[in-house]
């Protein structure tokens, strides 16, 4: 346990405060590639709360440097400020029965509140890490934001990246420590079309596209060792009216993979399939949208080592044992490119992804003191 007895004081004094930083970011809509409003939120709040330096680049990280030197290794400390839905208005908040309701609440904002918060107890106090700390508020992690974020980090510090950690999840025992990559395409067929009277007979590129889809629902994963891989349809879109046979209709579909085994092998069926129904005469286009990368090279004992840290909190912090899975997040750079990274969640909450998404604030001191607790081991004793 490496959290003090100011430590312990400064959450407990804090949760009111951490409380209204969720609420204020919830007020200020993010959806991937949009996050000007909550990044320039929290380049404020980190100039006013102890940071220097502080900046946001052009795929709209904020980053605010803790320690270390202009040439040195840097550990960075992470939470996305996008959530996954579109809109560009303020999303519906309320509060009832100890949780908050919102959007986006616990994915990932009540995560990026308990790391401004953590981060402004070290920032305050000027005590400088072991090794250089940089904490960003990062862009993009969701969706078709296609990782942007991470990679722009991943990009600025190069080697210099000794490890990443991001705060992303929903369960405060819960570690994602292996990468689950995915391909994402906008699939468009094009034929046609004409009068449903009259031009009847005409291919319709509706139902074209809903053949692909069929053959595509009939592939058998692979599989390699303990992999896991998947797809999806999310979206199907096209036609005119009710009486024209339809010129022209899309989807959205992907796949998943935590080994990268498999996910070559779903690529080679899929433009395998696209290829064969283009030849029938159909004019399909294929739009790559997004490419998450699996897990690559990493070395073991350091990212051993990395998970013995965060787990040595959720046992000491929680009493609980921690649980390691895949997952796709913000880690999915690092761990491509052979940089230990881990995903931690530090609030419990439910139905992300969904309008209905709620944050469970008993769980919010819980976390605070769990994400603490493993920053502190990067300062010296006291």
Known sequence: MRLTLDMERYLAESQAELRQLIRDLCAIPAP??????????????????????VVMDEALNVICPCGGTKDGDVTVIMAHTDTVFPDTEPLPFREADGRFYCPGVCDD????AVLLLCARYFLRRGTPPKTGLVFVANSCEEGLGNLKGSRAIAARYGSRLRELISLDGTR???????????????????????????????????????SLIDALYTVKVPVDGDSRTTYNVGTISGGTSVNTIAQEAEMLYEYRSDSRVCLGQMQRMFEQMTAAFAATGIDVE???????????????????????RVSSSIRDVLGQEPCCCSGSTDCNIPLSLGIPAVCMGVCAGSGCHTREESLELDSLLPGSRLFLDFLADYFPTE
């Open 109 to 112: 904002t009540a995560n990026l």
């Open 286 to 308: 294929v739009e790559k949208l997004g490419d998450r990368p699996c897990t690559g090279a990493v070395d073991p004992a350091r990212q051993q080592a990395l998970l013995d």
């Open 172 to 210: 405060l025992n819960v570690l994602v420590t292996k990468a689950v990559g995915s391909h994402r395409y906008r699939v468009t067929v094009r034929t046609e079309g004409g009068h449903s009277f009259g031009a009847f007979g005409n291919r319709n590129a509706i139902r074209c596209l809903a």
């Open 32 to 53: 991937s590639h949009h996050e000007e409003g909550r990044a320039e939120f929290c380049r404020r709040w980190l100039e006013e709360n102890g940071g220097e330096n």
